[in-house]
């Protein structure tokens, strides 16, 4: 079994910023990517920012410039600082795990609950 534990969504205002955190723990043998997506309502679910295990991020063109992706490989998570946030940020943000559950497995896919962030004055 694989838990997320994804903290950090609330309330702010527009040019706000909030930190999203996203711990891993459990049947993990090893990690490849961590990252973000979110979904607004009625919209289809997009990717954030993910970081693989050596580093390297990506971002969607909507947040780049104003996202931030790191990861603590010693502690399996993965945070997400959100500047300059906009009302058209305002979704539920799912924390993404690529993982082995052992030596013998193939790479997994594995999704947090989601928290919600809404950029309103």
């Known amino acids: 079994q694989v838990q997320l534990l994804e903290s950090g969504g609330g309330l702010v205002q527009p040019g706000g910023s909030l930190r999203l955190s996203c711990a891993a723990s459990?049947?993990?043998?090893?990690?490849?990517?961590m990252g973000w997506y979110r979904q607004a309502p009625g919209k289809e679910r997009e990717l954030v920012a993910t970081?693989?295990?050596?580093?390297?991020?990506t971002y969607a063109d909507s947040v780049k410039g104003r996202f931030t992706i790191s990861r603590d490989n010693a502690k399996n998570t993965a945070y997400l600082q959100m500047n300059s946030l906009k009302p058209e940020d305002t979704a539920v943000y799912y924390c993404?795990?690529?993982?082995?559950?052992?030596?013998?497995?193939?790479?997994?896919?594995?999704w947090g609950q989601g928290t919600q962030v809404t950029v309103s004055s």
């Open positions: 459990g049947s993990i043998f090893s990690i490849s990517t």
């Open positions: 970081i693989s295990s050596g580093g390297g991020p």
């Open positions: 993404n795990l690529v993982y082995r559950p052992s030596e013998r497995h193939t790479w997994s896919q594995y």
